[in-house]
């Protein structure tokens, strides 16, 4: 008797607890185009307290030529279940999904042609969020057959819900590491990348919807803020032993300043206990010492390229005041110097913290964007003389050379009601910034 064929995916899916999120993902799979004859889904319970387990189980029964579950202890992640699921897997690829999200039902019909048309070794299909759940969407602008992890919008998109060739997973035996609390499945999906011939997109057609829990918190305890720089050190290290130093090894490390590192020095660093501060400016001042290059820094926006050079400087005073006042305030107010901007964080041009002023820099950003957020208007009426109309403006704005503000006086012209009736707008300053 002649054996049947090997699916053309092994979809990998680890749960823990997340029902009754669950079942909508898995009825997201069982209903994709491509057919069950040529799917296969692999599902490990992590030792699930809720009713995930037994929701497994009945899928399978119910599809058992489909559905594969295998339960095990808690292993503490995903990285424990998905390694397991690679060792079963039969699929020609494989694919990974979050037990709480799903996909659209042409998703891995899509994938899989795209990946056979132009024989694709990754294949990372369309990504939004749901319920609030932010998404990098800047990879998704066109399909691309043949796009590079150091010169598109990839390092942002790390997240191992891509489709592989599990060719090249076996190849060279990529896993994730057990060990690891947060970002397991970066080493896998970066090693992936730097592996593979070729990898492509996906982004006519949304293949999968990350859904944000109802029950999602932002609650960060002390331990998550170490665990948190730990997993992105080893994580930048891992990049650092396959990547050698130069501007692709930048376009990746550039994501985990940006991204990673920049979430430790957010709002709820002032209120921390000094030294948890201390450790983590410690943490990323290691970091910056080694990977933090002038690439990298220029790349950054200035609001996260200043903290990260005030954690690296271990000014954590000055970090504390620059995170707290553009909270309450909103914009940081500019120094304008000929064609040359700069935010005044706080340490600009202090020579006890020995910051460059290239790190408060305006780079390749819109600072009237800024400076309109942080306008303030005082005053402002309508007068009428005649058939003349004016109206008068008063604003401050944050940025004069070395002063805090500015007034400014716009006046709009006078002019006929006939003109005014057409249309006519246009706001002339009395008094223009240098």
Known sequence: MRAAP???????????????????????????????????????????????????DRFAARYPDTVKVLH??????????????????????????????????????????YGDKHGSDVVVGKMVGTNGRYVHQALYKKNDSNVSLYDSALPFTLANTKLFRRELVEKYKLRFPEHLPVGSDQPFTIEACVRAAKISVVADY????????????????????????????????????????????????????????????????PSLDRELQRQICAGIARLADTYFTDGIRDAMDVKRRVRIALAHAGAIDELAEAISSE?????????????????????????????????????????????????????????????????????????????????????????PKSADKAGARRLKPDHAVP
């Open 6 to 56: 090997a699916p053309d995916v092994t979809v990998v899916i680890a749960v823990y607890n997340t029902m009754p999120y669950l079942t909508e993902c898995l009825n997201s799979l069982l209903g994709q185009s491509i057919g069950r004859e040529r799917l296969e889904i692999v599902a490990v319970d992590d030792g699930s307290t809720d009713d995930s387990g037994p929701e497994l």
């Open 72 to 113: 095990q202890p808690n292993s503490g992640g995903p990285a424990a279940p998905s390694n397991r699921a690679l060792e079963v897997a039969t699929g020609r690829y494989v694919y990974f999904i979050g037990s709480d999200d799903y996909l659209g039902e042409e998703a891995l019909e899509r994938m899989v042609k």
């Open 206 to 269: 949304v293949c999968y919807y990350a859904v944000k829990r109802g029950d999602a918190s932002n609650i960060t305890y002390r331990a998550d803020h170490l665990a948190r720089l730990r997993a992105t050190a080893e994580i930048m290290d891992f990049t650092a032993g396959l990547i050698e130093a130069g501007p692709q090894r930048d376009a990746v490390l550039r994501r985990h300043f940006t991204w990673e590192l920049a979430k430790l020095v957010q709002d709820d660093f």
């Open 327 to 415: 909270k309450k305030r909103g914009a940081t107010p500019f120094v304008l110097e000929g064609t040359r901007a700069f935010a005044r964080y706080p340490g600009f041009r202090d020579p006890r913290i020995g910051l460059a002023d290239r790190v408060y820099e305006v780079l390749g950003e819109s600072v009237p964007a800024p400076l309109a957020e942080g306008t303030e208007l005082l005053a402002s009426a309508w007068e009428q003389q005649g058939d003349a109309l004016t109206y008068t403006a008063s604003v401050r704005v944050p940025v004069v050379g070395d002063v805090d503000g500015a007034v400014l006086r716009l006046v709009k012209g006078a002019m």
